[in-house]
């Protein structure tokens, strides 16, 4: 397994820059490996906090409004953030040098699985 980024280096590629290429192992396990939703969703969050602070104390007004607020922005960004997942996996896949596959490597595999099953079901009818 390759280095894990410091915290800089994590929060520059939250925000979208390219790791050393000595960091490319674990940036594939990052977008492809066991969890690898859940980090999307929480990176993503991460670069949102800072406009939740903003709207947060930006505003003036009750607390539960400018809560209510936030909540608003955060389930949005939440909505966004999962409906373009597959999107980001692939460009940030791309930007490493990494291929261009949106699955995961769970999927990959229940995939190479699926394709063995089918050919040996259907081996036999290609062969006659």
């Known amino acids: 397994m390759s280095a894990r980024p410091n915290p800089l280096q994590w929060i520059a590629y939250a925000y979208g820059a390219k790791l050393p290429e000595a960091q490319h192992d674990w940036v594939r396990n990052d977008l492809t490996g066991r969890f690898a939703t859940p ?15 903003a709207f947060y104390f930006g505003f003036d007004g009750e607390w539960w409004i400018r809560a209510l ?34 699955l995961t490597q769970r999927q990959r595999d229940e995939a190479d699985a699926a ?9 036999a009818r290609r062969a006659s």
Not at 79 to 97: E, I, P, T
């Open 39 to 53: 980090r999307h969703l929480i990176r993503t969050q991460f670069c949102f906090s800072p406009i939740y602070l």
């Open 69 to 102: 607020m936030v909540l608003l922005a955060a389930t949005l960004a939440f909505v966004f953030s999962v409906s373009y997942k597959d999107q980001n996996r692939v460009r940030r896949l791309q930007q490493h040098g990494l291929g261009n596959s949106p």
């Open 115 to 123: 394709k063995r099953r089918y050919e040996a079901v259907y081996a």
